[in-house]
């Protein structure tokens, strides 16, 4: 006999790279502009922004993708994905990579582009636009033990084989470590928070009969076919 009202829901969970194993997702934290979408732009003086999607958001990177309701501008946004494994409170980087970093991903941070264009005019949040439903697709976790410490490696994605995003790891304006270090300032880190960590150039629109393929380097690859909005 449980005191539930109803039954609680299952826990989102993530599979591991060449493991029975599961990954218990925790939180998803989304990190703002982590790239230069232009040569010319100058280094950033200050940590980027931050905002949240629930764990509920993140599904398997496999098979049919749902077209979102409410949006005629649905886009791709491909990033590198990174697994906390141990909490923590006011990390050092050099704490966060040693100790606090399980494991990395490929997952790709999918946004209702014209309701985020809407919400920063009007100074509101972002939730509508990027915390719906399907929102944050990931690849298997690769444990770091097998990773290695990331500080380069090809990311892409293409639209029907056709390339729109491409970069290094190596061009991430602020680091793993850091974007690790710079949380645990605001919030405590729990074991299964994931941190997307931020998109390069060429973001674009999907529409539905769309297939992505994305991947990074030695992390994992990934393959959508965007179907129809559900009724």
Known sequence: MSD?????????????AGSALRFP???VFCIG?????????????AMPAWFMKPASAVVP???????PPETAEFCHEVELVVAIGQGGRNLTPEQAQADHIWGYATGLDLT??????????????WEPAKAFDYSAPCTPILPVSRAGRLTHGAMWLAVNGVERQRTDLSQLLWPVPALVAMLSRSVALMPG?????????GVGPLVPGD???????????????????AA
Do not use: H
């Open 112 to 125: 209702r582009r014209d309701l985020q264009q809407q919400a920063k005019l009007a100074g509101g949040p």
């Open 61 to 67: 990177a496999s098979g049919p993708l749902p077209y």
């Open 193 to 201: 928070d994931l941190i997307y960590t931020g998109t390069p150039a």
């Open 211 to 229: 297939v992505i393929t994305a991947g990074i380097a030695g992390i994992g690859e990934l393959s959508m076919t965007v179907a129809p909005c």
């Open 33 to 45: 502009r982590n790239y230069r979408w232009d040569a010319n732009e100058p280094a950033p003086q």
């Open 25 to 27: 997702v925790a939180r």
């Open 4 to 16: 539930f009202v109803f039954p609680p829901a299952a826990p989102v969970t993530l599979s591991v």
